[in-house]
């Protein structure tokens, strides 16, 4: 057994489809056996996705993408279309900002869409989460987010952020705030069929 079997144990008996696995290569042969009947699949923005490799694998099985990694290679880029459209594909997949040890998933959007798709979206939402995600409570996540994921996410995205620019949240109302909207996923919604595949890996921030 692993270590993090409770988890996986208490994300099951809250109707998530929660599955382990030691490394990131098995979870992306997993996702693909998931998306195998997906004519599309949105993707949210995810350095776990990218960095894993799971972008391009599914971009090469030929299955629509929606994604605003992708718009921003078109000559006139529509990001609003390509979040409005993953809304309605047949799988969303994405990371998680934070996973607590109760089993809930804690995100912080600046637009919305990422947090929407995964709530409100595709029927099918899949999670690829490394364990350095794992914190103890909502608050823990949240202080989590604002400490490693935000100052790091605004660095990569050039956001002159306090994050960004002192690696400090000073809770800014800058118009390029990250942190307008926060989640907090206990339960899937009705209707809605969850996997977290759990990795055994520091993916992401
Ligand atoms: S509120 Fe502003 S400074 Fe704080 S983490 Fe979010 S974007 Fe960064």
């Known amino acids: 057994m692993n270590e993090y079997q409770d988890l996986i144990d208490l ?4 109707r998530f489809h929660a599955e382990f696995f ?3 290569s098995s979870a992306k042969k997993r996702v693909i056996e998931l998306i195998a009947d997906a004519a599309s ?6 350095q776990t996705i990218m960095d894993t490799g799971l972008f391009d694998d599914i971009v090469s099985t030929g299955k629509t993408v929606y994604s605003a990694v992708l718009e921003q290679q078109k000559e006139k880029p529509d990001k609003m279309a390509a979040w409005k459209n993953a809304m309605s594909a047949d799988v ?3 990371s998680t900002n934070a996973l607590t040890r109760g089993g809930d998933l804690i995100n912080i959007d600046g637009n919305g869409n990422r947090v929407a ?5 595709p029927d099918t939402v899949i999670v690829l989460c490394g364990v350095n995600k794992i914190a103890g409570s909502p608050h823990d996540a949240i202080d989590r987010i604002k400490k490693t994921a ?9 956001l002159p952020t306090p994050c960004a620019v002192e690696g400090v949240c000073r ?10 909207v926060t989640v907090r996923l206990q339960y899937p919604p009705r209707g809605k069929e969850i996997y977290i595949l759990l990795v055994n890996e520091a993916l992401g921030f």
Not at 11 to 14: A, D
Not at 150 to 158: E, S
């Open 171 to 180: 809770d800014c109302s800058l118009p390029e705030r990250m942190c307008n």
């Open 92 to 94: 969303y997949l994405t």
């Open 22 to 24: 030691e490394d990131a």
């Open 11 to 14: 994300l099951n008996s809250k």
């Open 41 to 46: 699949v949105g993707i949210g923005g995810s």
């Open 117 to 121: 798709a995964m709530f409100f979206g």
């Open 150 to 158: 935000c100052p790091q996410n605004a660095r990569r995205l050039n």
